[in-house]
């Protein structure tokens, strides 16, 4: 107790930094242990419709699922692989997919926002390829897919399946 009395300025000048960080990296953490999305979502993987030209397979219309005919454009001589899609419910509590038949996605009130009802939103992940100022670069990662909102993100468990991963998801929307 002595010691410390004899260098309060140097306890002061120590403990000022340590505090600092623990603050900044309590206000970056601690959010992220007490906001939690509440929405779970639908999404298809595998409706693949960037070689169509008349839409997706699944839409939204008046809170509801619907399917929709795929044709293949008439002067196209390339047919694509088709992978059968499948629809998933995604439970953010659990942070897991389970896949759904088209009958259960029907009876599902579904809202088609891009952000939820509690101001959660899916989005790419992004990269960085290197440290300032010498390898300076990023984008956006197609690989990842994350639950964002309110200044906190979530790394999102899918289950996809086809080839092309860029492709492979599509948020149709959330469940009220």
């Known amino acids: 107790m002595e010691m410390i009395k004899k260098n309060i300025t140097l306890v002061i000048g120590i403990s000022i930094p340590i505090l600092m960080i623990l603050f900044v990296a309590g206000s970056i953490y601690l959010p992220g242990l007490f906001i939690k999305p509440h929405f779970n979502f639908l999404y298809v993987s595998g409706d693949d419709s960037y070689y169509y030209n008349n839409g997706q397979q699944y839409s939204i219309q008046n809170d509801k699922l619907i399917k929709n005919e795929i044709k293949q454009p008439e002067n196209s001589n390339y047919t694509p692989p088709r ?14 997919s389970k896949e759904i038949s088209f009958s259960e ?3 599902l009130n579904l809202d088609s926002n891009l952000k939820s009802p509690d101001d959660f939103e ?3 992940g992004s990269r960085d390829s290197g440290f300032f100022p010498f390898f300076w670069g990023g984008g956006t990662d197609y690989n990842a897919r994350y639950l964002k909102g309110h200044n906190v993100s979530k790394k999102l468990n899918l289950q996809l399946n086809g080839s092309s991963y860029y492709y492979n998801f599509r948020f149709l929307g959330w469940i009220k």
């Open 83 to 96: 992978v059968e899609s499948k629809l998933y419910l995604y439970d953010v509590t659990k942070n897991e």
């Open 105 to 107: 996605a029907q009876n």
């Open 122 to 124: 899916v989005v790419y």
